[in-house]
């Protein structure tokens, strides 16, 4: 076992690699170290340091495959039959191409890289039979490590095959958030910490009123932390019954205030305002987009996700007429988020049966497949 653990990973790949070394590493050897490395792989590339996933991943799968190589031999050698036709170096070498190609779901780009690395051409066929027997099993089992990823990272990673049929049937309403949290273009300090505390929305409808709903355009939360990060003598000038006279801040002012007062975590991003700056009326006006992306709502939701993909979407305002009714985000499309709103929308009776829309009968809320709620919510 000193001969694996003493020598960094790129010469151990090369010793698990080597030919007609048959008493090399036996099974008493490769088994044990392949258990303590594959821990202590998994448990750096879970951490945050660049330690990355392709070394370990060859190593990894070429201690399997000469494993499974020597105990073929082994096999050979009980039945009366010569071990020498086993070659441990070239299952380890299957066995390498084989576990990365179920890690990363690459394919011929794989096998070539693979024959580039050890110039074993005549191991060609059984190199892509591995990897495309890899492949194939892993689909079955389970979603590829870079999805994994999206979901530890808690990125809404819209797939292009949302596991639902039909979507041209169903409109946006079906999906939207309602009733949504709007803001009025001026608007008390009071009330946009207490919606700033109430809520996790990254993007606010603004306004006209509370009771025409007219959309006038929207503001971030990034925006509303920027503005309300500056001290109270800079806010009133935010104020609508500040003079014309009076410039507003610029941007890089107000940036740079931020980034040395308004590093704190978010859940304490909403600072606590003094009386005095509670009771300030704020002009939204100069932070609003005037131009957000907007739909009515008898809009096609398959036309929606294809927005939203395309475009590069967070959010989508849906209108009735002029009136804001909802609001469409990246997380209300994802595959479980959409089977939920889909499944009801068909117990209201509207749709026929689930079976008619789901994808080969399948539910995301038990395939490997999709981003699971824990990481996303609803």
Not at 32 to 49: D, E, K, N, Q, R
Not at 68 to 75: A, E, F, P, Q
Not at 217 to 232: A, D, N, V, W
Request: aromatic content about 8%; some cysteine.
């Amino acid at each position: 076992m000193a001969v694996l653990t003493y020598n960094y990973s790129e010469k151990q790949v090369k010793l698990l690699f080597s030919r007609n070394s048959w008493h090399l590493l036996p099974a008493n050897v490769l088994f044990p170290y392949f258990v303590i490395y594959f821990c202590f792989a998994a448990y750096c590339s879970g951490t945050m340091i660049a330690s990355g996933i392709v070394i370990p991943t060859l190593v990894a799968g070429a201690l399997l495959g000469r494993l499974w190589g020597v105990g073929l031999g082994v096999i050979l050698d009980h039945a009366g039959l010569d071990h020498k036709a086993i070659d441990p170096g070239a299952f380890a070498f299957l066995g390498a191409a084989a576990l990365f190609a179920g890690v990363s779901r690459l394919t011929i780009s794989l096998t070539v890289i693979m024959i580039e690395l050890t110039n074993d051409l005549p191991h060609l066929l059984p190199t892509m039979a591995s990897v495309i027997a890899a492949k194939v099993v892993a689909d079955c089992l389970v979603h590829p490590l870079y999805h994994a990823l999206l979901q530890v990272f808690c990125v809404p990673f819209l797939n292009t095959e949302p596991g639902v049929t039909k979507l041209s049937l169903f409109t946006v309403k079906t999906v939207m958030s309602h009733p949504v949290v709007c803001l009025l273009k001026e608007e008390t300090v009071h009330r946009i910490v207490e919606v700033l505390n109430s809520t996790t929305h990254n993007c606010f409808p603004v306004v006209h009123s509370q009771e025409s709903m007219a959309l006038y355009g929207t503001i971030s939360r990034y925006h509303l932390e920027i503005l309300l990060s500056q001290p109270t003598a800079q806010l009133l000038q935010h104020s609508p019954d500040c003079g014309e006279d009076d410039e507003l801040l610029t941007y890089e002012q107000i940036l740079a205030h931020k980034q040395r007062c308004y590093l704190v975590p978010e859940e304490h991003r909403a600072p606590k305002m003094s009386q005095e700056a509670d009771k300030l009326v704020l002009d939204l006006g100069p932070y609003i987009s005037n131009s957000p992306f907007t739909v009515q709502d008898n809009f096609a939701l398959s036309n929606a996700l294809s927005m939203f993909r395309a475009l590069r979407l967070r959010h989508m305002v849906v209108l009735d007429g002029h009136k804001v009714i909802g609001i469409v985000t990246r997380k209300d499309l994802l595959g479980h988020n959409l089977e939920r709103s889909v499944k009801n929308q068909i117990r209201r009776g509207t749709k026929g049966s689930w079976d008619s829309f789901s994808d080969s009968g399948r539910s995301y809320f038990d395939t490997p497949r999709e981003v699971s709620e824990t990481y996303y919510g609803t």
